[in-house]
């Protein structure tokens, strides 16, 4: 059973630093998106990313292809 709801959760690597996301991977196989909010503004504005998108910028992230800000 699949829900229309997301479910937030935030990186187990992310700290008490107030700059967070928030993701709901749940929505992937019934909508084919990857919601992604501020964590410091839960309701505030969502942006639906497609998943292989969302695939595509982990990957990313994990291999360091953008670099230490």
């Known amino acids: 059973m699949t829900t229309e709801t ?3 959760f935030t990186s ?3 700290g008490n630093g107030g700059q967070c996301i928030e993701v ?7 909508r084919g998106i990857v919601p992604v909010r501020d964590s410091k503004n839960p309701a ?3 942006l639906g990313i ?3 998108a969302f695939s595509t910028f982990v ?9 230490t800000v």
């Open 59 to 67: 990957a990313g992230v994990k291999a360091g292809t953008f670099g």
């Open 50 to 52: 497609q998943a292989d």
């Open 6 to 8: 997301p479910r937030w």
């Open 44 to 46: 505030g504005p969502v």
């Open 12 to 14: 187990s690597y992310s």
């Open 24 to 30: 709901a991977t749940n929505l992937v196989a019934p």
